[in-house]
């Protein structure tokens, strides 16, 4: 499946990466500080992508240890060096503190070593204090080659000719604590090893009727604690950056009380491990152990987990994040000159960007001076954004105001599923429930989709603490029954409409809208909320159930890819969901290591297989022999799972065998990941303040809902959460086949190409300009 056509949303490659040579160039990759899920799939971007270029790419084992150390630390790699490392947690080429490269001595020795291999590119991954110790390093460079010179080390020829040294950064740390980027390298993967944990401990904590107290890391920064609390819906979490009001104590006592008086069986409480009170003392999980049993008397338990967040497969995110920035990262090195500052590839919504190194680093450092000062909300202001979105989400979820505080607005605000089902729409009905009752709505539920609102099936009345699940979904359009459900808005005085599905939930929307003329009981705000696997809905880059899907078909991969070990010379087909959209395949392709994925949006012909077969039976060559193909259901009528199966089986006799596995519904199945409970918690929230807007302005004044802005899509455009008219998006829309007429994930399918040693042309028009650090999530 050749890449050379392949284009960028625009249509158009503006600056092709053939124009970057690393010919005679030399790129030293290193992991330091602690490590990180997701830091293997970045070392073996930057090894493939250097090679790619042509430069040559060189292993610095151990961290800066290894540089200072030389010898076999520093090793050339190639290309299967990097074979079969994605799911791997950790790093391979190892991790160390090292004291001798904080003096000028050690950082001698470490400038002799890369210089006697001509590495003058060096990709740091790691911490603020590993970036911040690189850009010393480069700012020390010449006057260390002048003293090596000086003394004999080098000679004196290698000063001019390696005269200057290119760093770039990748961000590799669990914590998210580094500004200037939206996640870093590891975050998204020690969130799952929480949210594991945290199912597991809701069911035993059930069975016993006990309060956990959770600690999970965060020395410095909170992320992980909030985040994890909004996913999971924690009764009380401690932050370094948000510490409790004074009288926390009693206040939480009073609320896990009022817990048990609801019957609820368990309670949970997330702990950051750098959580401290406002005079910044430190608030530990024991202490609060023992004010629940001292005070409440509640069987309690502490689980503090420690290095397991670390551990394990990086997921789906962090693979594609890594790999990402890898690739950003040997573009920047070939792209640098001798004024360009060492800069840190980023996450900026749908971007890999650039940032001044050091500017995100005196970012990072002011949260901390700030949180030393007892600035607690130029902390938080200063994490970002994001970060405090998350906050003020949590606070409205988690705070319950008495009934009489709660001012009534007697507006009916219903909710319906529509479509397939997508993990993670149980969050969003959650957080819409919640968020609307606290704004004095009543929040009803809507059973069997537009089908059953159409039957008149019982619109239930939902409360704070009741847990939706398995709200009967369907797929039947309003169309045919526009009559029968406006007959049920108007029986039960429904104000206000929030839709959560998927691409027919949004067809739907487009009926409801139509039909206003003539019945005005449609006349109300309406607002979808995008949930389906597919991801295939104009308007947001992102639906509620696709992360929890990619990470279905990643995991799927890992085992089958494991399953084949034993195996030599085996090429597996695996077909995923996704309708005409490849979003599951493209993705799930860059994730898992895939050779090939093939999908609607880029057309392939038998040639295109025939050279996909002969780049596998050249890879059988190698050590590397096996072989992974992933196949969209709906990419092509007549190539089929079983026409490519078979023409494999056949082209490849003699030289490997075949395997092929649909995926199928189980892609629809499984816990939400901590992403989609955390996407649908936040969004679903957005959407019900919308609609309370909405309510306000009508207020008294009977006013009925008409123009195009009260009938909305609520999604994610790059990083902004925008409400966009449905009937706008019906010009960005491919009815036919269900998608956007534009989708941003296609320009990173020659990502999975590249680093599947296939040649392709990558568009790097976005790249190359370094911005300034804005107080983005950390």
């Known amino acids: 499946m050749d890449a050379d056509h392949s284009q960028g949303p625009k249509g158009s490659l503006r600056k092709l990466l053939e124009h970057l040579s690393g010919a005679g160039k030399a790129i030293g990759v290193l ?56 799911q791997v947690g950790g790093t391979i080429i190892g991790s160390a503190r090292c004291q001798a490269f904080r003096t000028r001595e050690g950082r001698l020795k470490a400038a002799c070593n890369l210089v006697q291999r001509g590495i003058t590119n060096l990709c740091v991954i790691g911490g603020d204090g590993s970036l911040t110790g690189a850009n010393l390093f480069r700012k020390e460079w010449s006057g260390l080659l002048e003293e090596l010179a000086k003394n004999g080390h080098i000679e004196k020829e290698a000063v001019q000719r390696y005269a200057y040294l290119n760093v770039v950064g990748m961000v590799g740390s669990i914590d998210n604590d580094f500004c200037g980027t939206d996640m870093t390298i590891g975050t998204d993967s020690a969130l799952h090893r929480i949210i594991e944990v945290v199912d597991a401990i809701m069911t035993t904590a059930q069975s016993h009727q006990r309060t956990f107290v959770l600690e999970v890391m965060g020395r410095h920064c909170g992320y992980l604690a909030l985040v994890s609390a909004l996913a999971c819906g924690a009764d009380w979490v401690f932050l370094p950056e948000s510490p409790p009001e004074e009288g926390w104590e009693e206040q939480m006592c009073v609320k896990l009380s009022e817990n048990r008086a ?48 670390r551990g394990g497969t990086p997921s789906a995110f962090d693979r594609i994040l890594a790999s990402r920035m890898g690739v950003e990262a040997v573009i920047a090195l070939l792209e640098a000159t001798p004024d360009t500052p060492a800069c840190v590839v980023s996450l900026s919504g749908n971007h890999a960007v650039r940032l ?112 939706i699940l398995n709200v009967a979904i369907f797929s039947a359009l309003p169309g045919k029954c526009l009559e029968e459900i406006a007959m049920q808005m108007r029986m039960h005085c429904i104000n206000a409409l929030l839709i959560i599905g998927g ?50 078909i990643t995991d799927t991969c890992d085992r089958i890819k494991q399953s084949a070990s ?13 309708g005409y959209c490849g979003y599951l395949a493209n993705m799930g392709g860059l994730a898992a290591g895939a050779d090939a994925a093939y999908i609607f949006e880029e057309p392939f012909d038998i040639r295109d297989l025939q050279s996909n077969v002969e780049h596998l039976t050249e890879k059988m060559k190698t050590t590397i022999q096996r072989g992974l193909v992933l196949r969209n259901e709906s990419c092509s009528e007549n190539y089929t799972t079983d026409f490519i199966y078979q023409l494999y089986s056949e082209e490849g006799k003699g030289v490997f065998d075949c395997r092929k596995n649909v995926l199928g519904h189980m892609q629809q199945g499984g816990a939400p990941s901590p992403f989609d409970r955390n996407f649908g918690t936040k969004i679903s929230a957005r959407a019900m303040e919308w609609i309370t807007a909405k309510l306000k302005e009508a207020r008294g004044r009977g006013k009925k809902f008409t123009t195009d802005d009260s009938v909305c899509v609520l999604g994610i455009s790059k ?16 009815f ?5 007429k534009e989708q941003w994930w296609l320009k990173l399918r020659p990502l999975m190409k590249i680093l599947a040693k296939y040649k392709a042309s990558y568009d790097v028009s976005d790249s190359g300009q370094l911005e300034h650090v804005q107080p983005w999530s950390v």
């Open 262 to 309: 609801r019957k609820k069986r368990l309670n949970i409480i997330i702990v950051a491990e750098g959580a401290i009170d406002t005079q910044n003392k430190p608030i530990t999980s024991e202490k609060i152990k023992e004010l629940v049993v001292t005070q409440l008397g509640y069987d309690t338990r502490v689980t503090i987990l420690g290095h397991v967040q």
């Open 566 to 578: 034993g195996t030599k010379r085996r090429v597996f087909i695996i077909e995923t969901m996704g």
């Open 719 to 734: 990083r902004n959460v925008i409400f966009q008219p449905v009937a706008e998006l019906k010009k960005e829309t491919d």
């Open 736 to 740: 036919e086949h269900r998608i956007p």
């Open 503 to 552: 691409f027919e939930a949004y067809l739907g929307l487009l009926e409801l809208s139509a039909a206003r003329e003539k019945h005005e009981e449609f006349c109300v705000p309406m607002v979808m909320v995008p949930a389906t696997v597919s991801n295939n809905v104009p308007g947001s880059d992102f639906s509620i159930g696709a992360d929890t899907a990619l990470n279905t």
């Open 31 to 86: 992991t330091s500080g602690g490590d990180a899920q997701g830091m293997n799939a970045a070392v073996r971007a930057v090894v493939r992508m250097g090679i790619y270029v042509g430069a040559k790419v060189y292993f610095i084992y151990e961290g800066y240890q290894g540089m200072v150390d030389g010898g076999s630390n520093i090793a050339e790699a190639d290309w299967e060096s990097v074979s079969s490392i994605l």
């Open 356 to 467: 001044p190194l050091m500017e995100c680093v005196q970012m990072t450092q002011d949260v901390q001076k700030a949180m030393d000062e007892r600035r607690f909300q130029d902390a938080v202001r200063l994490r970002g954004k994001s970060f405090a979105g998350n906050l003020n989400t949590y606070k409205r979820l988690a705070i319950k105001l008495p009934d009489d505080q709660i001012p009534k607005t007697n507006c009916n605000v219903a909710v319906i599923n529509v479509g397939a089902p997508a993990a993670g729409m149980n969050a969003a009905v959650r957080s819409a429930v919640r968020v609307g009752i606290a704004d004095g709505h009543r929040m009803l539920a809507i059973y069997d989709g537009f089908d059953g609102f159409a039957k008149g099936q019982d619109c239930l009345e939902l409360g704070v603490s009741d847990v």
